[in-house]
């Protein structure tokens, strides 16, 4: 009989009786009981009549043994005669019985079990179909022949590139198989989360050899030794615009672009030139694209009257053309630990476009005149041409505001203005939520940690840019002008005597955050709570943000005459750019919490002072903490009854930043 039970391993049994509708059987030499329904087995010798049925092999009437059944399993040189005998005149095929008589000699049991056996084997000389046996013809076992010679060949490409993953060598790929690839390809889609398909059994079973678990963690650290994944890879940034840059196409005509700037372009004979105002810009010493600058003019009577230049890109990029298109694609430039990834190709980004020093720049200028209290009394929109004097950093900004040498004088005076307009606007309710904030940038050969003060100068610039988009959605909302205003809905904070008993700073910054509402965009002007203003247009940063690039378009279709965007047709571009937006924000969150893994990796040792800001998850003890020397805000496992300003002592309990992996304990 044959046993088809289990990986369907061709086996001899004894049938010991019937059982409603399937057979007891005693399976093999070590007669393992079993019962199968009769369809799962085959007849090969039955019991001789008057015979009592048996327990077992090895007694009679099947008194038989292993040994005994390689004696007479069929020799090569009597198989290889039947063939030739079958192969030429052997009809429809013989049964087991006349089979073994041909090949054997006989059909006794022990011969009919062999010559079963034998059919069942590795075998390509015979088929054995509806208990008949017939011989392949030639060309049929030619073609089996081969395709053993290639599985062979493939199951010794198996065993290697298994090999290679239990030892965790290095990989040369071009020396693997079809087979391999596409299992390391798999492997690499588990290392980016994509976990849709399975392991087939044998590469599960090469990585439990590997002791590697099925996990995307684990499958990166095996992909890390294999030289097969980047340590600081982002799964989140593969095959994203801006991890494959732009065509070949984009940059030739961004090329074509840089080389043509210069020359006259449509509507360079409408704007203002301000080249003779004197117009500095403030920025990080990194910075290559500039986006915006600041100038102070001095009317006949007397008013002083702020300049905000804001970068021009549409004189060269029109809507519509193949770089605004993939601009659109992208919605925003993309900021990494590493760098940033642009909107637009480099050579324009950060050369025509940019608000260079001694550079005659294309460019839309705000003018905003305020009075004693800091409200608006008089405000425009014009394009324009101007000519930077100078780029400062920071930290040259702050040393000249704090001296105010004479020469120096209209950086002090604008200080003085932004000061009073953001007054102004805590007068109306703005939060002021200013702190230092930390991050972590990728360094020659390690993590560096990276921290921001609010210092003057970049409080004043910012609050120029809130000033500008304020006017923008002034002007706007006076025109009925779709653009794509920022909102936020007010909030309810804690009462200013529960305010007053936290310490200012991150723990009662942190008590304001958690009530506030995310930011919302939409075509219709609205209150943003946190900005105290009744509107807000994100302005002045075109060659970073798209959005910033529709609102100068729908600027400038108002001035010519021409029909802008409607509502509708704004809020339709605005739900396209919601997606890679997204997906930027995802990005850039995870591409800062894997480089903070990577610091705290490598500071492990080390402990550092915090302050307790409030709950995450009480019932696991996970709470959020600023740790004051990183000027970071993380989530820690905290003593249970922790109240906000408690101080705690933070430190490293486990960090893997290939498994995205940072657990931190602090303690009272």
Not at 28 to 53: F, I
Not at 100 to 126: D, I, K, N, T, Y
Not at 172 to 183: I, W
């Amino acid at each position: 009989m044959i046993d088809r039970g289990e990986e369907s391993v061709p086996t001899l049994a004894v049938v010991l009786g019937l059982q409603g509708s399937k057979l007891q059987l005693a399976v093999g030499a070590a007669a393992k009981l079993q019962a199968l329904p009769p369809r799962d087995l085959q007849l090969v010798c039955p019991l001789p009549s008057g015979a009592s049925a048996p327990a077992r092999l090895g007694v009679a009437p099947w008194n038989f043994g292993t040994d005994d059944l390689e004696v007479a399993s069929p020799s090569p040189r009597d198989r290889s005669a039947a063939w030739l005998l079958l192969r030429d005149g052997g009809g429809d095929g013989l049964n087991l019985a006349d089979w073994c008589e041909l090949v054997c000699g006989g059909s006794q049991p022990v011969q009919r079990a062999a010559a079963w056996l034998w059919l069942h084997g590795p075998q390509l000389w015979f088929r054995l179909r509806q208990q008949l046996i017939s011989a392949r013809p030639l060309d049929e076992l030619q073609q089996l022949r081969r395709d053993r010679r290639r599985q062979h060949r493939q199951e010794l490409q198996r065993q290697l590139w298994h090999g290679a993953l239990k030892c965790r060598q290095t990989l040369d790929v071009d020396q693997l198989g079809a087979e391999a690839r596409q299992e390391l390809e798999l492997l690499r889609r588990w290392a980016a989360e994509d976990t849709s398909s399975a392991p087939s059994v044998p590469l599960r079973r090469a990585l439990q050899a590997a002791h590697c678990a099925a996990e995307p963690g684990a499958i990166r650290h095996l992909l890390v030794d294999l030289g097969q994944w980047q340590l600081h890879h982002l799964p989140s940034l593969s095959q994203t615009c801006w991890d494959l840059g732009f065509t070949p196409e984009l940059e030739r005509e961004a090329d074509r672009l840089l080389a043509v700037h210069e020359q006259p372009q449509p509507g360079d004979g409408a704007r203002r030139d301000l080249c003779g105002l004197a117009c500095v810009t403030i920025d990080d010493d990194d910075t290559a694209d500039i986006d915006d600058g600041l100038a102070l003019e001095t009317r006949p009577e007397g008013a002083e009257r702020l300049w905000i230049h804001v970068a021009d890109p549409d004189r060269l990029v029109p809507a519509g053309s193949p770089l605004d298109l993939e601009a659109r694609r992208r919605a925003t430039s993309l900021y990494l630990a590493r760098g940033s990834l642009p909107m637009f190709p480099q050579q324009l980004s950060t050369g025509p476009f940019s608000l260079r020093a001694g550079q005659r720049c294309a460019s839309w200028s705000v003018w905003v005149e305020l009075d004693e209290g800091g409200a608006v009394v008089a405000s425009g929109v014009e394009r324009s041409w101007v000519r930077p004097t100078y780029r400062l950093s920071y930290a040259d900004a702050d040393e000249l505001i704090e001296l105010a040498p004479p020469q120096e004088a209209a950086l002090a005076a604008m200080h003085r203005l932004l000061l009073r307009r953001r007054q102004w606007r805590v007068a109306r309710g703005a939060l002021l939520l200013d702190q230092p904030e930390g991050r972590i940038r990728e360094g020659a050969d390690h993590a560096e940690l990276e921290i921001t003060e609010p210092s003057p100068s970049r409080l004043m610039v910012a609050e120029a840019m809130i000033l500008a988009g304020a006017v923008v959605a002034e002007l706007g909302r006076s025109h009925h002008l779709a653009l794509p205003y920022r909102s936020q809905l007010p909030a309810e904070l804690p009462p200013a005597a529960e305010l007053e008993q936290l310490p200012p700073g991150p723990v009662r910054h942190a008590a304001i955050k958690r009530c506030l509402s995310r930011g919302h965009s939409g075509s219709q002007p609205a209150p943003h709570f946190s900005l105290g203003l009744p509107a807000y247009v994100q302005a002045t940063s075109p060659i970073r943000r798209y959005g910033d690039l529709v609102v100068q378009r729908q600027l400038l279709a108002l001035q010519g005459g021409t029909a802008p965007l409607t509502a509708d047709q704004l809020q339709d571009l605005l739900q396209q750019l919601e997606i890679p937006l997204r997906q930027a924000v995802q990005i850039s969150r995870e591409d800062q919490r894997h480089w903070q893994q990577v610091w705290f990796g490598e500071h492990r040792g080390e402990a550092w002072r915090a302050q307790f800001l409030r709950w995450l998850r009480p019932q696991d003890r996970l709470g959020l903490v600023h740790l004051e020397d990183l000027a970071m805000d993380l989530a820690a496992e905290c003593p249970a009854g922790s109240e906000p300003a408690d101080q705690v002592l933070v430190r490293v309990h486990q960090v893997d930043p290939l498994r995205d992996l940072l657990r931190l304990i602090a303690t009272a």
